[in-house]
């Protein structure tokens, strides 16, 4: 088995290791929509207008109409997490008791008969 006659330098060392860490830029594409031309990775969807070879693939949507319909999922959730605690009624306030609410539940029923 052969073996080196030599140590290797820590210079020569250092410069074969230093290519295992290099970071390059990704071959970048130009977007085929006319009206985009935005940077796109080969073989991917461009994420400004949805196109992949022309043809539109995926709906984008902007920031602002995300936020919206996160908002609204979220109040639908809280919505539906409230109905399903207390059949749609409010949380009793800090300083009311559970009786206290019961009581008053039961005149609201005594009064619509």
């Not at 250092?14 to 290099?22: S, Y």
């Not at 400004?48 to 984008?60: L, N």
């Not at 300083?95 to 005594?110: H, I, L, R, S, Y």
């Amino acid at each position: 088995m052969p073996v080196p006659k030599k140590r290797k330098s820590p210079a020569r060392r250092d410069r074969r290791r230093a290519n295992h860490d290099k970071v390059t830029m990704p071959p970048m594409t130009y977007c085929a929509n006319p009206e985009c031309g935005a940077p796109v990775l080969p073989h991917h969807v461009c994420p400004e207008c949805g196109q992949y070879r022309g043809e539109a693939v995926i709906e984008v949507v902007s920031e602002e109409e995300m936020e919206a319909k996160r908002k609204a999922r979220k109040d639908r959730a809280k919505a539906a997490k409230a109905a399903k605690a207390g059949a749609g009624a409010p949380p009793p306030a800090k300083g009311e008791k559970k009786e206290d609410k019961e009581e008053e539940d039961d005149e609201d029923e005594d009064e619509k008969k």
